[in-house]
């Protein structure tokens, strides 16, 4: 058995090894999982570069989604997970990023057997993002419009399916023509450039409606553009800032319009949420990912073998999609 350890701080594929034959000791309260499919993360970069919301730990297994099969439990819990598919909730108590791996039980959701491993594999942080900011801020109904910052992430695409669902308009920006196109082809309703006369590009293809809410994960001034489009005491939700940059809303914005800049991180929502609550939303989500209905890019899969390429591939400019290693269940 091998797994993926961080061990230095800064570029991620600088400072990774692989190990084989990790401690898989099951103690009680525990479960020993193998896994299936565990994708890479643009929160796995900045984690391990020291940037993330929580420091980072040397030594410690990386990867924080994945999916698998119970192969055996500890004292205390239930023999009845044994052989089943679960999803590990990506707190960051354990690494993914291994043929096995040891969790505590309260740290898994059954999810069932149907639907594509590397589907299911992303579904614990992406599709829940988007289903939560959207559910959770802005009042919305249908008809209303919502717009958002790099709508070609993993978390814009699930956005505009799940908004086109429930019957709400996407107003996406990205940054190059390729990826408009490919934000067109998901089903975003507007997709525009980033660059001179955003706002006022904005304002035009809404042809005098509202955004109902905008929802930022990229930082810097470009959801200011947006921002400008917001209805009175609208609100902007910032869930990420991939610039590196504080979200940079108009004065003006804030004050006579009254607009709300709140935060959203997942980390703070899975401690919170209760247990019932979490598990009937991933097994919600579970149920449209197996079912089709939600899907994600998928660029490539490696073994963890290959681990030095997955990295590059992930960090790679341009990429439609995610890279996931992806092991034999041969070993369940």
Known sequence: MTQIILSGVGNLADNVTLEANPDLTVRPGEVLVAIEAANI??????????????????????????????????AGVDAGLVGTRVLIVP???????????????????????????????????NPLTAHVLLSTFGGLKPGD???????????????IQFARRAGYKTLSIVRSEQAAEQVRSAGGDVVLIA?????AR????????????????????????????LKFKGTVVAYSAATGAPQAIG???????????????IVNWLRNTPRAELEATYAKLATLVASGQISSTVDSTYPLSDYQAALARAAAPGRNGKVLFQTSTTNR
């Open 41 to 74: 993360n643009p929160a796995d970069f900045l984690y391990a570069a020291g940037w993330y919301g929580v420091p980072p730990v040397v030594g410690r297994a990386l990867g924080n989604e994945g999916i698998g099969h119970v192969i055996s439990v500890g």
């Open 91 to 125: 707190n960051g108590e354990q690494g993914t990023w291994a043929d096995q791996v040891v969790v505590a039980a309260r740290n898994v959701v059954v999810i069932g057997e149907d639907g594509d491993p590397a589907q299911l594999a992303q579904l614990s942080v």
């Open 145 to 159: 419009w919502v717009g958002q910052t790099i709508g070609n992430s993993a978390v814009g695409r699930y956005v």
């Open 195 to 199: 660059g001179d006369g955003l706002g």
């Open 202 to 229: 904005v304002g035009e293809a809404l042809g005098g409606q509202e955004l109902s809410l905008v929802l930022d994960g990229e930082g810097g001034a470009t959801v200011a553009e947006l921002a400008q489009s």
């Open 251 to 265: 004065i003006g914005d804030l004050i006579y319009r009254e607009l709300e800049l709140k935060g959203w991180w």
